[in-house]
């Protein structure tokens, strides 16, 4: 009914760059907020970026000042351009959108199948 797909992983040196995508699909009302999450191995999933759909972004201290979340609302797409990337920024990242399908009078979360980020020289 719904479908998040993330893109734009992959493998990168210390001070890299990245640009990943979400785009949500299906039968989508309204999208609340769309955020980024990752999990390194053995550690909790964690939040790194969240944005609402009236613009409020949040960040992670580890990512302030190098990530970057921005949203393009008629395409039901978030992105998290990721600039100056250290390996401790290496996971799997998730996209979460909180919004409502059509017919529906109820907030929902979705998930996004992840993207793996992985930093080294």
């Known amino acids: 009914q719904v479908q998040l797909v993330e893109s734009g992983g992959g493998l990168v040196q210390p001070g890299g760059s990245l640009r990943l995508s979400c785009a949500a699909s299906?039968?989508?009302?309204?999208?609340?907020?769309m955020d980024w999450y990752r999990q390194a191995p053995g550690k909790q999933r964690e939040l790194v970026a969240a944005?609402?759909?009236?613009?409020?972004?949040n960040y992670a201290e580890s990512v302030k000042g190098r990530f970057t979340i921005s949203r393009d609302n008629a395409k039901n797409t978030v992105y998290l351009q990721m600039n100056s990337l250290k390996p401790e920024d290496t996971a799997v990242y998730y996209c979460?959108?909180?919004?409502?399908?059509?017919?529906?009078?109820?907030?929902?979360?979705?998930w996004g199948q992840g993207t793996q980020v992985t930093v080294s020289s």
């Open positions: 979460n959108a909180v919004l409502k399908v059509k017919q529906s009078i109820t907030w929902s979360a979705y």
């Open positions: 299906g039968s989508i009302f309204s999208i609340n907020r």
């Open positions: 944005r609402t759909s009236s613009g409020y972004t």
